[in-house]
């Protein structure tokens, strides 16, 4: 390979857009394709944050203060009854290296999006609508073959980051895309409401009722006055029916799972009725489950997977994203003549990481249902849990502990690699 590597990127999103940012400082004359299914960029979902060592990269790639000034600002979470009192209070830290439930760098989807593909504006070719219908490998390139233009081109290899449904994962292991793909049982819808439901608090609130839902409202930094909103639904791993009734509804479409979601939350108490209403009537509506991918392997050869394409995990896949992307292109710089090896010299360091963060099967369902218990009598007692953990102030005494000892959140060990000067420090 020469030192301009020819590369296609299936996706453009967050770990795609970070990917090609770094290559490109990597090996400034690379040559990048990044190819999306949908007609534009998709710029809606919920908030996400930056953790562990994507903290340490955002800061590396001169971001930060840009991501801290479109933050959403939060606060904290209040844990609400069905009066909306609150009953336990989680803050956040206010360190960047132990963080609570907010993230100092709690942030939009779309915003962080905007801000890591600014960097790319000009330097790379983006065709919208597109995606891979076939790929071949030989010794020296990939093949691929384009869906919609049926056009046939020729790259040194083949980047997946084409999300939880990884059609490329898919075509990689010679299974179903959904075979990798592990339902937490907890499903999610994500709107803007044209009003401040918080009454200007920066402190989100989390309602919980019966049957494992949950209406989750966050503040908005808009200053006309707006609020995020989130039903959650979430289902016993024995509940086939409800399960495939909410995933049939997810594939159907926005209004199939809007009328599902009327269904489910009509009686749910609090202010669901009125927000049920700012679902009605938003433009900005997503929803989507919450799954891990769980992968035995990153790579085969030319082709390598990253992102939620390889190792999708709610909480923390958005810094998994940024690791990856940052550790797929390190690798390359130690290996820019052999790309077989440098992306199993990613797989090699990121597998492991991966699996420590995702832990083991069926943990994260457990977690879940205990956050979003099914009875009254669960959340009896989940409430009282969180009120004494909170009344005892034994949040405020771990990050205390943790910040007088040195421990930080779990992060990824990786080489030195030899990244050229960027303009700012040279």
């Known amino acids: ?53 994507a903290v340490d990269i955002i800061k590396w790639m001169g971001c ?54 600014k960097e790319l504006e000009g330097k790379v070719t983006v065709i919208f609508d597109e995606m891979v219908e076939s790929y071949e490998q030989t010794e020296d390139a990939v093949n691929v073959t384009f869906t919609h233009s049926k056009e046939k081109k020729s790259f ?67 200053p006309r006055g707006r609020t995020r909103g989130h039903f959650m639904n979430s289902k016993w791993t024995s509940d086939t029916q409800g399960r495939e009734k909410i995933n049939t509804a997810l594939k159907t479409g926005n209004e199939a799972y809007m009328q599902l979601v009327e269904q489910e939350f009509g009686d749910a108490g609090w202010l669901a009725p009125k927000v049920l209403e700012a679902m009605r009537s938003t433009t900005d509506f997503y929803a989507s489950k919450f799954a891990k991918v769980r992968c035995d392997k990153l790579q085969d050869g030319r082709i390598v997977l990253l992102g939620d394409a390889g190792y999708a995990c709610p909480g923390i896949g958005t810094s998994l994203a940024i690791i990856g992307a940052h550790t797929l292109a390190g690798s390359l710089l130690l290996h ?12 090699d360091l990121m597998l492991p990481f991966v699996k420590k963060q995702q832990g083991t099967p069926g943990g994260g369902d457990y977690a ?20 004494a953990i909170c009344a005892a102030k034994i949040p405020q005494m771990m990050i205390y502990c943790a910040s007088v000892f040195g421990f930080k959140e779990s992060k990824l060990q990786m080489p030195d690699y030899p990244w050229p000067l960027s303009k700012v420090e040279s």
Request: glycine share 8%.
């Open 368 to 387: 879940m249902q205990m956050l979003n218990p099914q009875s009254t009598w669960g959340l009896w007692v989940r409430n009282t849990l969180l009120w």
């Open 64 to 117: 930060e203060a840009e991501i801290r000034k479109k933050t959403t600002k939060e606060e904290g979470v209040e844990f609400v009854d069905h009066s909306g009192k609150p009953f336990a209070t989680i803050r956040s830290t206010g360190n960047d290296q132990v963080q609570s439930i907010t993230s100092e760098y709690e942030i939009f989807r779309g915003d962080l999006v905007r801000i890591f593909a």
């Open 1 to 53: 390979m020469s030192v301009s590597p020819n590369v296609l990127i299936s996706g453009f999103g967050i770990a795609s857009s970070v990917y090609a940012s770094t290559l490109l400082r990597a090996f400034p004359t690379a040559k990048i394709t990044i190819i999306e299914r949908d007609p534009c960029m998709r710029l809606t979902g919920a908030s996400v944050d930056i953790r562990s060592s």
């Open 156 to 222: 040194d290899f083949l980047v997946a980051a084409d999300g939880l449904g990884s059609r490329i994962r898919g075509m990689m292991l010679a299974t179903k895309p959904s075979a990798q793909i592990h339902d937490e049982g907890v499903y999610a819808s994500f709107f803007v409401i044209e009003e401040d439901l918080l009454s200007g608090s920066k402190l989100a609130k989390w309602y919980n009722t019966t049957g494992g839902r949950s209406i989750f409202l966050r503040p908005d930094p808009d």
């Open 336 to 347: 820019p003549h052999d790309i077989p090896a440098a992306n199993k010299a990613y797989q």
